[in-house]
């Protein structure tokens, strides 16, 4: 029997997903700690897609920006109104 292997996007998509349920449940520090994961294995693995190019921002997000790298995380981590709107 072959073992299944998740894909390093497999492994990002799902690392963004817990992050967005843990600012749901208002613990941002948990939230941040698996969206940190998540970029760190998008930036590592060259062959992972980031979903596409930017969307411009939009109004009803607050014209959030979507984080993508450490630095912008980092802004945001300590404003829980922009980390609920990085899960829009």
Avoid: C
Avoid at 26 to 50: G, N, V
Avoid at 52 to 78: K, Q, W
Wanted: glycine content about 2%.
């Amino acid at each position: 029997m072959q073992e299944a292997r998740p894909t390093a996007q497999m492994m990002a998509d799902a690392y963004s997903l817990l992050g967005a349920y843990f600012v749901d449940e208002e613990d941002m520090h948990q939230a941040t700690t698996y969206w940190l994961k998540s970029i760190s294995i998008r930036t590592a693995e060259p062959t992972t897609d980031p979903d596409g190019p930017l969307s411009a921002p939009n109004p009803a997000y607050n014209y959030a920006r979507e984080v993508r790298d450490v630095d912008s995380l980092t802004t945001i981590s300590s404003d829980n109104e922009a980390m609920f709107m990085q899960v829009m």
